[in-house]
């Protein structure tokens, strides 16, 4: 199985552009999530998903959307690229129920 | 809200063992987690324990949990250089006992193993 993976590792925007950052698991698991990484202040969520067309706000939403259509897909758009969303992102999945999140190797985001 | 903390920084000699502390607001948290970050790398789940549990030891790690006080630690017997890595406590506070994919993380302690 190749779990949680995260297209693209690394990406370089410039300021107002958009992009789409790819998320796909293959453990049909129910719960998908995303998360973003700054230095000294760990993973923050942004936005989660309990199942095929539902999504709902982690704690740092803002300049994100999300859609979840099928259960192994769950992308995140950033609609006009900030530098404040300069940062690592990490998509993680989970099962109904298990607890334990396993996490895709990250996609890294520079805004210029 | 929910808060988790931990200190930023650990270093020790190649052979002793680390100590990694966190604490956590949340009183009615159920799961608790250690997570590994090698550089470059993504988020390794080591080992977590049910708010119900005092400790969990595997291996060279053993977790402590004090719920009154709200303090969790790691400890890793026989550091070695290959434990290098951030090292990241976070907490499931779900009612339900599911997460939804929901944890709340701590900043992440940077343990360094000197040869």
């Known amino acids: 199985n190749a779990g949680v993976t995260q297209t693209p590792k690394f990406q370089v925007l410039k300021t107002g552009q958009s992009m789409t950052l790819q998320c796909a698991q293959d453990?049909?698991?129910?719960?998908m999530s995303w998360y973003r990484q700054d230095p000294g202040m760990g993973l923050r969520l942004i936005h989660y998903?309990?199942?095929?067309?539902?999504?709902d706000q982690g704690e740092v939403p803002n300049g994100y959307n999300v859609s979840r259509s099928t259960t192994e897909d769950f992308p995140l758009r950033l609609l006009s690229a900030a530098p404040s969303q300069t940062s690592v992102y990490f998509c993680?999945?989970?099962?109904?129920?298990?607890?334990?999140?396993?996490f895709g190797a990250g996609s890294r985001l520079t805004v210029l | 809200g929910e808060d988790v903390e931990q200190s930023l920084f650990l270093s020790v000699r190649e052979g002793d063992s680390s100590v990694i502390n966190c604490t956590y607001t949340?009183?009615?948290?159920?799961?608790l987690y250690w997570y590994k970050q090698e550089p470059g790398a993504g988020l390794q789940l080591l080992t977590y324990?049910?708010?119900?549990?005092d400790m969990k030891q595997d291996q060279r790690l053993t977790v402590l949990l004090n719920k009154k006080d709200k303090h969790l630690s790691l400890r890793i017997a026989d550091t070695q250089t290959g434990d290098s890595a951030i090292y990241f406590c976070?907490?499931?506070?779900?009612?339900?006992?599911?997460?939804?994919?929901?944890?709340?993380f701590g900043q992440g302690t940077i343990l360094t193993v000197h040869p």
């Open positions: 993680a999945s989970t099962a109904s129920g298990a607890n334990v999140l396993t």
């Open positions: 453990m049909n698991h129910e719960y």
């Open positions: 998903s309990v199942g095929a067309g539902i999504t």
């Open positions: 949340d009183s009615s948290s159920t799961y």
């Open positions: 324990i049910f708010s119900n549990m």
């Open positions: 976070a907490e499931c506070t779900n009612a339900g006992g599911t997460s939804y994919g929901k944890l709340t």
